[in-house]
Structure formats: C-alpha cells, structure tokens
C-alpha cells in the first residue's frame, strides 16, 4: 500500500510539472496503450526508454487503470462493457489530468488520473461500438461510436451518469477531437472529416455542422492534432496517411521510411515538445488478432518495441493538452 501511495504522488508530481520542466528531468514523453489482452489502459516507460529496456520480461509500466478494478463503475457491466478498450487519450482541464477511454463493449469513461475519480462513465452498448472520446473544456464529453455512426455530445458537466446528449448522424465514426484554435468539435469518419459547432448549454448542448471535407481515400480512423504544427491534425485512412490543413482545406500525404507502415494506422501522433517524433500503432499480420499488434512503431528516427503478451490497438504520448490550448 505504502509503495502504491508513494508511485500515485511521484505520477501526480510528474504529471502536474510544467512540460518544459517535465521534459529536463526525462529522456522524453511516456506512451499510453490500450492494452485488450490485459483489459487496462497502461502508461509506460518514455519512448527512449523503451528502446533501450533490456531489463526482465515485464512491462515497464508507470501506471495504468482497469473498469475492472473501478467499484464506481460496478453498475455499468465492465465484464462486458469493458471489453476490448480501444482508445487512451490524456487531457488536462482546471489543472487536474484525465484518462479519457473507449471500449468496444460499450464503456466510455473519462477518469481522473491521481484520485481515480469518475468525472463521466456509461455503458453506450456493444452494438454501437465506441471508438474515440473527447473532453471539453466545459466538463461535457464527445464519444463516437463507429457502428453506430454517430458522434454524441453528453451533458457530462452535470454529473457523472447525465445521460442527455446531443447526436450528430456521421457513418463510420471513428475519431473526435476539440480544436481549441477554432473552438470547433472536428469528427472523423468513413469518408469525410466534419467541423461542429457546439451550441445550446452546457446541460442542454447543440450540434451543427460548420464544413465537411471529403477524405482522400476511405476509411477514415484516427485524428489527432499535429503538435509541431498547431492546427492542422493527422489523419489516417485505410491506405494512407495525411495531415490537414483547416485554413486551407487540404489533405497533404504523410510519407514515412517503410510504405508500409502508412496504412491502416489506428492511432498516430507527434511527440509533445521534441522534433516531429512519430509514435504509430497498426495491426501485425503475425500479431495476437487481426486488428491488434504487440509492437509499438516509432519514426523520425525509426525504432520499434516489442511488449510482448500484450494486444495494443492504439498508444498515444501521454501528453494532454487539446490541439491549440
């Protein structure tokens, strides 16, 4: 318990800390995985770090968080509902840090990281299949579900079971992610990328659709925002990848050293503060299943990790800031 208690306060120091002091004090930015063989989201080592680990067979994880292990979300099912997370995003709102989490049994959950507080949590239903999940600043929380082909806007400032929401009808919704430069929800799906406009009230909340730009190729899957180059977000298909440029409306192709290695990526993202560093996540045809991997893939420069026992869909850098904040 003693040791559990001293690992919470050295994280919470960690992952309060300026970034710039943060980042003087460590090789880089720790990854965050969602790990389906395991059912947890798990925090890791820095990317250097884990390139360089010769230690045992063993993850070297920092942190991590289970529905399973959450009495608070007991009435939710996680035994079901929890099954197969498929999304870890980390956000900072009013100086606390959350984990923001998908399943694709149904669970969405947004958790603060130090206090394991439940900010929001429901269990949206295995038929809908969650798949990306966004915090606004006002408290309220975006999830889309991909085979429900919707993006929702609940009303999660009012406590953590409000069930209102808003919905917005996008097919194959896949990502989400509030711009904070623009003030718009931008929502990714099978064949257009969506900028929304949120309206009404924080306990009543307004969807409207300000522009949708037709992807350069189908299946449209992760979006995130490109920290090098404030504004513009990446964006994966199921043959490509792309960033986007808001202000001018254009795809422009995103070319790595293995071709490879461009398509079908589940999650994708440059590293906070450091010099374009790409973190990537795709299915290994000789992995565990057929849309999970145990390697986690890194580029500019190149490098690759092998966890072994693990089944990750996606890894992000455990950063937290939303793109333009």
Known sequence: MLRRSL???????????????AAARRPGWQVAVADQASRRVLVLQSAEELMAYRGPDRLPVVWSWSADRAPELADLAPARSWTNPDEV?????????????????GLAAVVETVTGRIHWAEDLGAAVNPHSI????????AVVASAGGWVRLYAASQGPRAA????????GAHGVHWDGRSGLLRVLGDSALTALRVGGTPAAPTLTAVRSTPLPG???HDLAPVLAAPGRF???TSAGLWTYDPAADRFTPVHLADPAAERDVKSVG????RTGRLLTVTPDPAGPCAWCTSVLTLHRPEGARTLRGTQ???ARWWGGAWGGH
């Open 218 to 220: 189908p299946g449209g």
């Open 134 to 141: 966004e915090l606004l600043p006002d408290g309220n929380v």
């Open 164 to 171: 209102a929401f808003a919905e917005f009808p996008l097919a």
């Open 234 to 236: 990446w964006v994966s």
């Open 312 to 314: 990750l869909y996606k």
């Open 270 to 273: 440059d590293e906070p503060g």
């Open 89 to 105: 995003k980390s956000r900072v709102r009013q100086g606390r840090r959350y984990l923001l989490t998908t399943a694709s049994g």
């Open 7 to 21: 690992s919470a306060l050295c994280l919470a120091l960690l992952l309060c800390a300026p970034a710039g002091r």
